[in-house]
């Protein structure tokens, strides 16, 4: 089992940054692979970047070159670095911890949810 606790969300100007956290829980964050997620109102869940648990990631069109995820295995975190942020961006935004090997960026292939933290972005 595992636990996920997002953080960071806020209020940030178009063309500014953000750095979203995501607190797990348990011993084996290491294996699993991370990834963040995307839910604007009105719209469905939406992938945003995955991070595989050799660290190799993959990004939506949307956020590439803007957008950063890390993690560090040793706090049992992982962080979202978002950049140059348009208001488009505004939504809320979950992590997610998937046991699956692979490049996955369904909902349905991740096995943990947080909670989620809102992001806004005033134009």
């Known amino acids: 089992q595992v636990q996920l606790v997002e953080s960071g969300g806020g209020l940030a100007q178009a063309g500014g940054s953000l750095r979203l956290s995501c607190a797990a829980s348990?011993?084996?964050?290491?294996?699993?692979?991370m990834g963040w997620f995307r839910q604007a109102p009105g719209k469905e869940r939406e992938f945003v970047v995955r991070?595989?648990?050799?660290?190799?990631?993959y990004y939506a069109d949307s956020v590439k070159g803007r957008f950063t995820i890390s993690r560090d295995n040793a706090k049992n975190t992982v962080y979202l670095q978002m950049n140059s942020l348009k208001p488009e961006d505004k939504a809320v935004y979950y992590c997610?911890?998937?046991?699956?090997?692979?490049?996955?960026?369904?909902?349905?292939?991740?096995?943990?949810w947080g909670q989620g933290t809102q992001v806004t972005v005033s134009s």
């Open positions: 997610a911890a998937s046991s699956r090997v692979g490049v996955y960026t369904t909902g349905s292939s991740y096995d943990y």
């Open positions: 348990g011993r084996t964050f290491s294996s699993y692979a």
């Open positions: 991070m595989g648990r050799s660290g190799t990631t």
